[in-house]
């Protein structure tokens, strides 16, 4: 509706403005598009830089979506901010689950 297409055409004028991307997946997830919602919310992710707890809610929303490389990803980038034991027993089972055995170790 009228807020995406206003969201989009933030996004348009400053690219670079992680708020914008993170309110799109806010509509997108409001409407039920949990897929397309952390397609934004990783762009801002990715804009707003080291934010550990944003990578790491992004590595838990990916894996509830089955997205595990995706989940593995951002954990990676959460664990390179701030490494925790649970973030590597997460990092070990999600690579266990993608037949990556021998790097979860």
Known sequence: GKARA???EAIRQ???YPDSYHTL???HQDEGEAGKALEC???AAHLTGRDFDQWNHLAHL???QQNLPQAIYCLNRALRLRVTPEGLYLK???LEATGNEKKAV
């Open 6 to 8: 206003a969201l989009l």
């Open 14 to 16: 400053s690219p670079g």
């Open 25 to 27: 997946g806010l509509v």
């Open 41 to 43: 919310f990783i762009i």
């Open 62 to 64: 990916s894996r509830q």
């Open 92 to 94: 070990a089972e999600l």
